[in-house]
Structures are given as structure tokens and as C-alpha cells.
DNA sequence: GGTGTGACAATGG
DNA sequence: GCCATTGCCACAC
């Protein structure tokens, strides 16, 4: 009996798969802030599914609700997604707009401005 | 049902 | 200190 289990037994919805909770989780994240795929997660409960929160969120498209994956970046604060926005320079945008520093597609406020919703949530 | 993959992360040389 | 390799876990084919 895990965590998990119960958790999914209470949502029992189709919210009970690994996307939607990404998909929730990147919704939450304050603007003006910013989290890494680790961070998300190790929320999640699957630390290790760092690579799992970047596929899902290649997948948020699909998903009626906009996703800000803008705000969510590797662990060194790198935009190695920003291919799968449409426009390389769309996530960069969208980082400028939110009042952060993009420089050679790396925010410079990673450091200063992250949000581990492990933390905070 | 097994294999491959993938917008990462951590470790080793 | 930088480059290369391995591990990880959930989804698609």
C-alpha cells in the first residue's frame, strides 16, 4: 500500500495518470517563478522520472488546459525544450515576459528564482 | 507483453 | 572542470 495507491484511489479519474499530474503540478507554478523536471518529479514521487515530466510535457499540447512548460527547465536552469514550443524563441519569450534573464537559452535566475513544489506545494 | 524512447539527473574519467 | 556514460521510470509502438 503506497502513497500512490491511495491517492489514486481517491481521484479514480482519469487524472490518475503520470501527464495529468504534470500537467497540474506546471499549472501551479507561481509566475515569476521557475522549477526543474527533477523537482516536479521528485514530487510526483518518481525522482528518477526526471525524463518522464519533459515527455509529458511534450505531450501538454494535447491537454485542453495551457500548460506554462515555459517554467519549467532542466536542472542547470537550460531551455533544452524550447524546440517544442513551435518557435525556438518562444519559451524565451515567454521567460522575458515573466521578468526573467534568458541568456544563451539558460535563465540567469534559475538559482534566485526557483520553486520546488516539493517545497512549496 | 517486450522493446524503445525521451524537453533529465547523477556519476565517472 | 568539462565530456561521456549510465540509470531511471512511465508511455508509445
Redesign the pocket.
Known amino acids: 500500500m503506497t502513497e500512490?495507491s491511495s491517492v489514486r484511489q481517491a481521484e479514480k479519474s482519469d487524472n490518475?495518470?503520470?501527464?495529468c499530474r504534470v500537467y497540474d503540478v506546471t499549472c501551479m507554478i507561481p509566475r515569476g517563478r521557475i522549477t526543474?523536471?527533477?523537482?516536479i518529479?521528485r514530487y510526483?514521487?518518481?525522482?528518477?522520472?526526471?525524463?518522464?515530466?519533459?515527455?509529458?510535457?511534450?505531450?501538454?499540447?494535447?491537454s485542453e488546459r495551457f500548460?506554462p512548460?515555459?517554467r519549467?527547465?532542466?536542472?542547470?536552469g537550460?531551455?533544452?525544450?524550447?524546440?517544442?514550443?513551435g518557435n525556438a524563441s518562444t519559451?524565451q519569450q515567454l521567460l522575458e515576459n515573466e521578468g526573467f534573464t534568458v541568456i544563451d537559452d539558460t535563465v540567469l535566475e534559475f538559482g534566485e528564482r526557483f520553486w520546488d513544489p516539493s517545497l512549496e506545494l
Open positions: 500512490r490518475d495518470s503520470f501527464f526543474s523536471y527533477g523537482a518529479a510526483l514521487g518518481t525522482a528518477g522520472a526526471a525524463r518522464m515530466v519533459g515527455w509529458a510535457l511534450n505531450s501538454s499540447h494535447s500548460i512548460a515555459h519549467v527547465v532542466n536542472r542547470n537550460m531551455l533544452t525544450g524550447k524546440h517544442h514550443f519559451m
